[in-house]
């Protein structure tokens, strides 16, 4: 997804493109969902990022991951 500025309390909603790297690179290409939302300003003017990560990349890459606070 192209960069985009994620304004506090804003929700981003893209397809993401999956690559695993176990050696060699190998590009599942887009699937799954990322959900991105903006927080709050935290020290240095940097903005926090939550959302989650649903991954269905066929039998590659399953999985979910949800997560707040981050930079």
């Known amino acids: 997804m192209p960069p985009q500025r994620l304004d506090a309390f804003r929700e981003i909603r893209a397809t993401p493109r999956v690559a695993i790297q176990n050696g060699a690179a ?12 903006g927080e709050g300003y ?3 003017g940097r903005r926090a ?14 999985g979910e991951l949800e997560f707040s606070g981050c930079f």
């Open 26 to 37: 190998v590009d599942l290409g887009a699937c799954g969902s990322l959900t991105l939302r």
């Open 42 to 44: 935290h020290g240095d």
């Open 49 to 62: 990022a939550s959302g989650h990560l649903t991954l269905t990349c066929g039998e590659s890459a399953k």
